[in-house]
């Protein structure tokens, strides 16, 4: 029988991330919840062997359950920071291993895992092993879905027989208990004052909520079960709505379509961007397919480019290597030297790239010709993703070249991958977002990356010099305090004088010492002036250290810093807007309001587009949305 492995990625992740310390790449990314994420696939992969892969993701909108109960997961936290910026990484390391990443608005992830778990029911030879940290999941057992619950010591297999043993009751009838004694974590209301042990002894008992209301079967216990049950009929009913794992999510997807294979490149490509080194090995993906698995197709030999040819060219294919072109024009493929004419030339004409804003930096020359960029045609398909290179673009679509491309290859690949991303775009609706948003979008960032914006070098290290007083300051108030000198960015340093020599309440401790992060700070602000201090401290020397002299090394000769503007790496907001955003890392995040003032400066500066919004932090990213100023022309 073949097997189905559905992943709840959400909860995977969020295990994942509390379980392992702290981790970060060479950039400061945080990396302990894709670390171990990656851990739990690998287990489960090599114990399964599954034919099918999919894994279920959360959206940011409500939920029908929110609409039906507006408090339902009100009382949860919000994602903390540094787990919010692993999500896209998660989400890039399972499609590289062959998942399927399966959202869906208005639903929940289980929601969507129920509706695999069905599809999986209803097909012939074939069992699903839902994997999973949420107990809510156990209502989806059956004799073909298996259950896999993640727990502290050792993940659990409740299959129908395991859960009875466990529990009493069928799995169908698990929905039912919960209806009663309701969900803190989802803030589902149940009936109040009925806890599990008396939720499971009445539906043991009556065999399913209805049985126990409309056949008055909650008589038969004690005067105040059945009071607390009669008051609370209303709420366990709603409570039985929102506990209820839909089976009918329109997904667009078959089983047969689960059959993912992994992309060895793109999943090496990504550990090595997050210093996970050992993983590709691990899953055996560190090797590349073998050349003679694959045939190779063989181009035309080039030709030089002459003024003839030049002038006769219809829409072609540009790629620039350095100082040298390549061109495809139908079945040719041309080179020569990329100089300044020729350039311009080409550039004024209509022809196809792969990223037109890259040409554009590169050349030196700018346009409005281009009429396809494989780029951003294969970001508008894929936009969850990091980059996309012509190399990986062409081992996903199976295109008959080697690993590593030459120009020749590269320009003929390009062509190629035009073809097939433009019939796709056509099929997913996306060629307006394509021909209106993005496209005519790509040389306004070009122009706003070469234009920059001003700063007052000179005023910024006077600030800055103003900011290394008033940390000298901070630092000798808090050595008074501390009663002796010390190093105050040192974590077990100040440690030892907050928790040891001045005895403040200790929080978590780790392999290092005392934890002495931003959160237990805070927390010991009631008890200690010194605490005031230290948390004035980092702010200030963060600011000196990220943003005084050094921002003021990055202005040119005309004091003005050019920034890069990643037209790919999210999704731009709809209608004619252009996101611009200012990623932080790790204790950046302390100074988020320079952050807006740079973006606000940004804008003001720029004579084609005007702000739209403020500043938004999401995660680590600052945004503005900046609308293009009508050409008056």
Request: glycine share 8%; net charge negative.
């Amino acid at each position: 029988m073949k097997k189905i492995l559905v992943l709840d990625g959400n909860s995977i992740l969020n295990r994942a991330f509390y379980g392992i310390l702290a981790l970060t790449n060479h950039e400061g990314i945080p990396t302990n919840g894709v670390f171990g994420f990656l851990q739990i696939l690998k287990k489960h992969l090599d114990s399964l062997s599954p034919e099918y892969l999919a894994c279920a993701f959360d959206m940011r909108e409500k939920t029908f359950r929110h609409q039906a109960y507006a408090a339902y997961k009100g009382t949860r936290k919000g994602m903390p920071e540094e787990l919010a910026v692993q999500l896209p990484y998660a989400k890039e390391a399972v499609r590289s291993l062959g998942f399927t990443i399966l959202e869906m608005a208005g639903y929940e992830a289980d929601d969507i895992l129920g509706t695999i778990s069905r599809m999986a029911e209803e097909t012939e030879d074939c069992s699903c092993f839902l994997l999973t940290g949420d107990r809510d999941s156990l209502q989806l057992v059956s004799e073909k879905t298996t259950v896999l619950l993640m727990k502290n010591k050792e993940d659990i297999a409740y299959t129908p027989e395991r859960f009875f043993e466990e529990y009493g009751i069928t799995p169908t009838q698990f929905v039912d208990v919960k209806a009663l004694m309701g969900d803190t974590s989802d803030n589902i209301p149940g009936v109040p004052g009925i806890g599990e042990k008396t939720a499971l002894k009445l539906i043991q008992t009556a065999g399913s909520l209805d049985t126990l209301y409309n056949e008055e079967r909650y008589k038969e216990f004690s005067p105040s079960v059945g009071k607390k049950l009669l008051e609370g009929k209303e709420s366990a009913e709603l409570s039985k709505m929102l506990a209820t794992i839909r089976r009918d999510v329109p997904l667009s997807v078959s089983i047969e379509a689960l059959a993912g294979k992994p992309d060895p490149l793109a999943f090496c490509t990504l550990c090595r961007e997050l210093d996970l080194s050992t993983m590709p090995k691990k899953f055996g993906l560190d090797t590349a397919e073998p050349m003679a698995e694959r045939a190779i197709e063989t181009l035309p030999e080039p030709t030089f480019l002459t003024a003839e040819a030049l002038d006769r060219l219809d829409t072609p294919v540009l790629f620039l290597d350095g100082g040298t072109l390549w061109i495809g024009s139908g079945t040719r493929i041309l080179t020569g030297n990329a100089d300044p004419d020729t350039l311009a030339a080409l550039l004024a004409k209509p022809f196809v790239c792969h990223d037109v804003k890259g040409l554009i930096e590169e050349s030196g020359c700018m346009t409005n010709a281009c009429v396809f960029d494989t780029m951003l045609a294969a970001y508008l398909l894929d936009p969850g993703r990091s980059s996309y290179p012509v190399d990986r673009l062409v081992r996903e679509q199976a295109l008959p070249l080697p690993d590593t491309l030459d120009g020749a290859q590269t320009v003929w690949a390009i062509g190629k991958l035009h073809e097939i991303f433009s019939a796709r775009l056509n099929e997913t609706g996306m060629e307006r977002v394509f021909r209106e948003i993005e496209l005519p979008l790509a040389p306004v960032l070009a122009d706003m990356e070469n234009i920059g914006f001003k700063v007052d070098p000179d005023g910024i290290i006077a600030y800055a010099k103003g900011l290394q007083s008033t940390e000298n300051a901070l630092a000798t108030a808090i050595w008074m305090q501390a009663g002796h000198e010390f190093n105050i960015n040192s974590p077990k340093q100040l440690g030892e004088v907050l928790f040891e020599e001045l005895s403040l309440p200790a929080g978590r401790k780790t392999k290092t010492g005392y934890s002495t992060d931003a959160e237990t700070l805070e927390r010991l602000l009631p008890y200690h002036e010194i605490v005031s201090d230290i948390l004035s401290y980092r702010q200030i020397a963060k600011l000196r250290g990220t943003y005084g002299e050094p921002l003021a090394r990055l202005a040119d000769a005309h004091h003005r810093i050019h920034t890069k503007l990643n037209q790919t790496a999210k999704f731009l907001a709809a209608g004619h807007k252009v996101k611009v955003s200012i990623r932080f890392r790790g204790r950046e995040m302390a100074h988020s309001a320079l952050g807006a003032d740079v973006l606000k400066r940004f804008a003001e500066a720029l004579p084609q587009a005007s702000m739209d919004k403020a500043p938004v932090l999401e995660g680590r990213t600052m945004s503005i949305l900046l609308i293009p100023k009508p050409n008056k022309d």
